[in-house]
């Protein structure tokens, strides 16, 4: 016997009052960014704007880059208003983020010709400070996930990063880099444990057991440093992982420098970005998790230990974070100071909502703020008539764009930040 | 596989929520367990899945005694249990679903997808269980996510299948096709217990019945010689009227007048789409509908509580479309809303600050800024005494109230002021047969006195015994409308419009 299926199913209604709000504001925005483009950047732009894409020493060198600036931007500014209008006359769901995507990375490139406008500048070497710079920040990310995905909400992520950066530089100097970076893992694992400890055993409120983490973390570090540290300066010399050339891929031009001539932290950051997303989509072990982070009495009931799951994720993550807080100190400059983490924690936290709690997706999400900051870096060095600060500041509000318009279709997984109590 | 329950106990705490409890359920018949909420039917049924443990008693499966330390341990038993509120994963499929917990892996932990939804495929062709293996939860209608389910304990091969409340959340319609399942699992040599307080589904589809009140087995016997009295004086200890009794019907001019109406979820997608009708007063309308089809927004955008995106309401010649809850309760209107617990009462206040929610800025009850206590508690005292809230005293906290008192505590407030129009919302659900039939009568009394009412519920039963008239949700349109001034409707049409089948 066979029963039919229902003919009533709840499927959402679509109305387009939401997607036209929508549509009109991102609309408005894209001709925002046109007038500013034409306005700006294009009426202020002269001559070529030269991009090196490769250096002297490569082994396959690329020609130059030579954009003539202000045709370029205004052809942008006209792209840029042709989609705003477009939004106006007919926006759609998926056309009005691909749209804001699109604009905001031509308008950022507009930005780049008129900087660049008369003189010359290395894409190649920016590319490469984007990788190394989103590197905390995709790792904080991806402890995030790994957390949060069980539905721990990770606020000790900078404590765990700056734990990190300590202890790789106490340790490195005294043992060196190997030693040094097991012994950051280590500590970032064990205030995992501790997080998850007093989240999930004792069902302490999860932001505020985070912030005691972080203050604990830079109340010690700081206190240490600058009474320690100063006296014994051996203690804060660690060796730093210098950057490897894989073979061939290395060669390869753009591309090669980016992600192949990287020191053991980018490789690291991607080799654990692709085991993490195979281990919450692609196996049962993440099955598990995910169903423990979305429903965690449904995962109970089917004899699924919530606890233990928690708590060996929030060790992950916690791991996760202390190699990210390594990078700091033996993976740039081999010491630590203090506060030197700066927040990056917080904006992984950022970077793993924008990455939708997808390991890739924090990646992607850490990129972007990586290019913000290499790219400030860089331009600095080109005396813009922008004050740096502000220019540190413009890919921030750009992402807070982003994110407000992406706002309502993330969705954290259910129980996230919830206590699970076993009746 | 026969399962004999001995003697079970549990207690929490001070509450005793079973006591000396001994069950035989039996394979190839449908055990009904009847009770009232709170009676303890919920509690008996996880100490039989694992999920609690019992004081004293033992459980039996076919003879040995067994103790179960946790869930997992019942399921290797043999039984499953489907909970009342779906133990889903909404982003999952129902094929991850099913698998949860014993999953088909391949080398380095993969989950072999493909495996599950083919053990899916296999166990829905067995017993015609009809679903989508690769669908997502969330997409599914409830029915098929109870099908969805039933899935999951028969891939862990359960012989004893446990069904709480299954049919709180189903259409009529959608009730008969659980029942043909239920049908043929027994058939297939299952062994089912039916936990309900629905005493004409019990009769229908039970081979054995047992009553529990207040966690004692209170009566048992053969739903071929039982009648729906029979059990309900089981259930509740005392004789229970069911006839609603009404004034004739005599509707005056239109009071509640909505014209056009749109309402939007928290998501920008539509709740309500354009609906037109007028609450007249002296009249209940009542609006059928399984949940989710717009009722709760419905009656959010009436009170004042949603912001309204088009159309209007008027209410007595006035345009309330964008007037404040509070100007609406000032006007007349009071508000029984769906959920208690969140929107009803707030917990932690104790009767009296509850009860004063609404008028406790009113110069009765306070001058200067300042709450006159005891006048507020000595109006709270008479409240409770008119509409039978029972509370040790005013000064207990409304959430330790059972959930029937709750609901009158919220009506006493509500209906204690000068009311012209009521909205009440799911006002019975989770309520125990004597509350029912108490909130009925104050309804239809204040429907008699030339009140409009206006009834939201998902229980079709109540719909037909109150209202006047009746109007049908479905994805946010009224589809259909049904005259009941002399009880004329017919169960089954209704029913089927709430399917989405309009006449």
Known sequence: ?423 | MNVELRGITKSFGPVIANSDVTLDIRAGEVLGLLGENGAGKSTLMNVLCGLYQPNAGEIRIDGRPVTFNGPGAAIEAGIGMVHQHFMLVPVFTVAENVVLGVEPVGKLDFLDLKKASDQVRAIKDQYGLEVDPDALIETLPVGVQQRVEIIKVLFRSAQVLILDEPTAVLTPQEVEEFFQIIKALRDAGKALVFITHKLNEILQIADRISVLRQGRITGSGDPKTMTTKDLAEMMVGRPVSFDVTKQPFAPGKDLLKIENLTVLHENSEIAVNQINFSVRSGEIIGIAGVQGNGQTALVEALAGLRHITSGTVTYQDHDITHSSARARHRMGIAHIPEDRQRTGIIPSFTVAENMVLDTYYDTRFSSRGQIKWDIVNEAAARGAVEFDVRTPSVFSAAGHLSGGNQQKLVVARELSRDTEMLLAAQPTRGLDVGSIEYIHERLIHARDEGDGVLIVSSELDEILALSDRILVMFKGNIIAEFENGDGQADKNEVGLAMAGAAP
């Open chain 1, 1 to 423: 016997m066979a029963i039919s299926d229902q003919t009533t199913p709840n499927i959402p209604m679509k109305l387009d009052i939401g997607e036209q709000r929508q549509a009109r504001i991102t609309g408005t925005v894209l001709i925002g960014l046109s007038i500013l483009v034409a306005l700006v950047f294009a009426m202020d732009s002269d001559g070529l704007a030269v991009f090196r894409l490769s250096r002297t020493t490569d082994a396959l060198p690329l020609p130059n880059l030579a954009v003539p600036a202000q045709s370029f931007n205004y052809l942008v500014s006209a792209v840029l208003a042709f989609l705003g209008v477009r939004q106006f006359a007919r926006g759609g769901a998926r056309w009005t983020s691909l749209s804001l995507g699109i604009g905001m990375a031509i308008a950022v490139a507009a930005f780049l010709v008129w900087a660049t406008a008369g003189k010359s500048f290395s894409l190649t070497g920016m590319l490469q400070a984007t990788v190394v710079r989103a590197v905390p920040i995709a790792l904080g990310g991806l402890a995030g996930v790994l957390c949060e995905r069980v539905a721990v909400v990770n606020i000790a992520i900078e404590g765990m990063l700056l734990a990190g950066a300590f202890t790789g530089a106490l340790v490195g100097s005294l043992l060196g880099g190997i030693p040094g970076l097991a012994a950051a893992i280590a500590i970032g694992g064990l205030f995992g444990f501790i997080l998850a400890a007093l989240v999930v055993s004792y069902r302490m409120d999860q932001i505020i057991a985070g912030v005691v983490i972080n203050l604990f973390v830079l109340g010690l570090t700081s206190y240490v440093s600058s009474q320690v540290f100063q006296e014994y300066r051996t203690l804060n010399n660690a060796p730093v992982f210098r950057a490897y050339k894989i073979p061939l891929l290395g060669d390869i031009p753009v591309i090669g420098p980016m992600l192949f001539q990287q020191n053991l932290f980018v490789y690291g950051a991607l080799i654990m970005v692709a085991v993490s997303t195979y281990y919450l989509f692609y196996t049962r072990r993440g099955l598990r998790a995910r169903a423990v982070g979305e429903h965690p009495r449904a995962a109970d009931t089917l004899g699924i230990n919530v606890y233990r799951i928690r708590y060996i994720n929030v060790t992950l993550g916690g791991m996760v974070a202390g190699f990210g807080g390594a990078w700091f100190t033996l993976g740039s400059v081999g010491r630590f100071d203090e506060n030197m983490t700066g927040g990056r924690g917080y904006i992984g936290l950022a970077a793993m909502i924008f990455g939708r709690w997808h390991p890739v997706g924090a990646l992607l999400a850490a990129l972007v703020f990586g290019f913000a900051d290499s790219m400030q870096q860089k331009l600095a060095l080109l005396q813009t008539p922008i004050p740096s600060e502000f220019l540190a500041m413009a890919p921030y509000i750009a992402t807070i764009i982003v994110v407000a318009g992406f706002v309502g279709r993330a969705r954290a997984p259910a129980a996230d930040g919830k206590p699970y109590i076993k009746e």
